[in-house]
Antibody, heavy 114, light 113 residues
Framework: EVQLVESGGGLIQPGGSLRLSCAASGFTVSGDFMNWVRQAPGKGLEWVSVIYIAGTTYYADSVKGRFTISRDTSKNTLYLQMNSLRAEDTAVYYC????????WGQGTLVAVSS | DIVMIQSPDSLAVSLGERATINCKSSQSLLYSDNNNNYLAWYQQKPGQPPRLLISLTSARESGVPDRFSGSGSGTDFTLTISSLQPEDVAVYYCQQYYRTPYSFGQGTNLEIK
């Protein structure tokens, strides 16, 4: 059974950094496209980033240069390093397998506020 | 970047009636090499992650009731629920995966009239 479990969210001050993790089971993260998608409170879905099987990465313009997607094959885990956080980054962050995404985690909440 | 616009933003339909949600992309999602349109539809209920309903414009995922159907090509797409059921109350999103950034529509809130 495929499972995705996000962790690492929390309350952080503007300008701070957080690293989100997404622990995968039932498949290997290096064998699929893996995405981060976020949803601000009461708002719609926003695609954030993808890492392809070959390791190529892409980002939404809103996070480019501040966020970095990566994976650890030994831990079968996807990461999102988020730096220079802003209030508008406040959202539930989901990891999602493949494009389009059949499997999603339950999400982890990131709240950026002073 | 490809912009996805859904209409309407909100929709109220009687039980058993048809619901139609539209999605328009700012660029064609048709890949000519294989004649596939790279458009997906998701359903999201409160407190839950999205659920993939349809990929490649019209291919229903396993377990999705056949009252859900997708159609369209190029820049104009439609999700149709043929006979609305109470469990279909949700927000529906289209997503293009023709090229990055893999943008979503703004969502359509579907309610019971």
């Amino acid at each position: 059974e495929v499972q995705l479990v996000e962790s690492g969210g929390g309350l952080i001050q503007p300008g701070g950094s957080l690293r989100l993790s997404c622990a995968a089971s039932g498949f290997t993260v290096s064998g699929d496209f893996m995405n981060w998608v976020r949803q601000a409170p009461g708002k719609g879905l926003e695609w954030v980033s993808v890492i392809y099987i070959a390791g190529t990465t892409y980002y939404a313009d809103s996070v480019k240069g501040r966020f970095t997607i990566s994976r650890d094959t030994s831990k079968n885990t996807l990461y999102l390093q988020m730096n220079s956080l802003r209030a508008e980054d406040t959202a539930v962050y989901y990891c999602a397998r493949d494009v389009p995404s059949l499997n999603w985690g339950q999400g982890t909440l990131v709240a950026v506020s002073s | 970047d490809i912009v996805m616009i859904q209409s309407p933003d909100s929709l109220a339909v009687s039980l058993g009636e048809r619901a139609t949600i539209n999605c328009k992309s700012s660029q064609s999602l048709l890949y000519s090499d294989n004649n596939n349109n790279y458009l997906a539809w998701y359903q999201q209920k409160p407190g839950q992650p999205p659920r993939l309903l349809i990929s490649l414009t019209s291919a229903r995922e396993s377990g999705v009731p056949d009252r859900f159907s997708g159609s369209g090509s190029g820049t104009d797409f439609t999700l149709t629920i043929s006979s609305l059921q109470p469990e279909d109350v949700a927000v529906y999103y289209c997503q293009q995966y023709y090229r990055t950034p893999y943008s979503f529509g703004q969502g359509t809130n579907l309610e019971i009239k």
